[in-house]
């Protein structure tokens, strides 16, 4: 069978604009250090302050030390900064939205006590089923106090009413755990670790008093609540809850080599 030249040639032309795309899409995915812009600049500050808590600080400003930054660079738009948290023996723990869908195009880095390291992605779920992302750094890029730590997971869920703490790396946030009852019922099952407000995904929850990590925060939920309006009893949006993806389904999707 003969093939005719003109269909070589747009074999040929196709095949060039392939090689071509693949090229200019390589080059568009961001593998190095982000731009050293001011937020870059805060941003590692605040990581290389919290290796290091004084003293007389709030004691819920210890829990910074493993509060971290991902970010992750979709090719043709602008970097985006995310929250995660370290584990231990260079491990981080944060919603797997926050690596994005397609990880292999995005090239995680996290920002983690003043460094700015690339991140290999050992384990991504999705936002449907699991919301977590397991990425690992070099562990030894980091500093010795921070190599030497490990973070717990706690061992039992927090009752309602019970004080916990959400962590980025610029602030910490006292909250408290809140009953699946105060948000629609059809959700109740699936979103049953709740914190009284919305959080930034990624960010992690702290067991204030056991200092353990209960979950990773994942999203919000719109909550209800009862009101009196003109002598009935109505139920209203009352603001949102955070769901955080606790630290039972953490243990689960860490692989079994590499528990805390």
């Known amino acids: 069978m ?16 392939a090689v071509c795309g693949a090229v200019i899409l390589t080059a568009m995915v961001s593998t190095g250090p982000l731009p050293r812009t001011k937020s870059y600049e805060q ?15 709030n004691p819920d400003d210890a829990f910074k030390v493993y509060a971290v930054n991902v970010v ?26 926050v690596v994005g869908s397609w990880p292999a195009l995005t090239n995680p880095r996290v920002l983690i006590a003043g460094a700015d390291l690339p991140a290999t992605v050992i384990k991504h779920g999705s936002v449907d ?9 070099d562990e030894f890029q980091l500093p010795m106090s921070l190599r030497l730590r490990r973070n717990p997971l706690c061992a039992r869920p927090a009752s309602p009413g ?22 629609a019922q059809p959700l109740r099952p699936k979103y049953d670790t ?21 979950g990773i925060i994942s999203k919000k939920i719109e909550k209800y609540a009862y009101r009196n309006v003109k002598g009935r009893p109505t139920v209203v949006p009352s603001g949102f809850a955070g769901y955080f993806v606790p630290a039972a389904k953490i243990g689960e999707f860490i692989p079994p080599n590499l528990k805390f």
């Open 72 to 97: 992750h660079t979709t090719p043709f738009r602008e970097p985006f900064v995310g929250y995660g948290i370290y584990l231990g023996a260079g491990m981080i723990i944060t919603a797997a939205h």
């Open 43 to 57: 941003r590692l500050t605040w990581t290389a302050a919290n290796v290091t808590v004084p003293a007389d600080a």
């Open 194 to 214: 709740l914190v009284d407000d919305e959080q930034i995904s990624g960010s992690g929850i702290f067991h204030a008093d056991k200092k353990c990590l209960l």
């Open 129 to 137: 089923q699991v919301d977590l992302a397991l990425l690992a750094v």
């Open 2 to 17: 003969r093939i005719r030249k003109s269909t070589i040639a747009a074999i040929l032309t196709a095949l060039a604009f």
């Open 162 to 183: 019970t004080r916990v703490v959400d962590v980025t790396p610029e602030r910490v946030t006292s909250l408290q755990i809140i009953s699946p009852n105060q948000i």
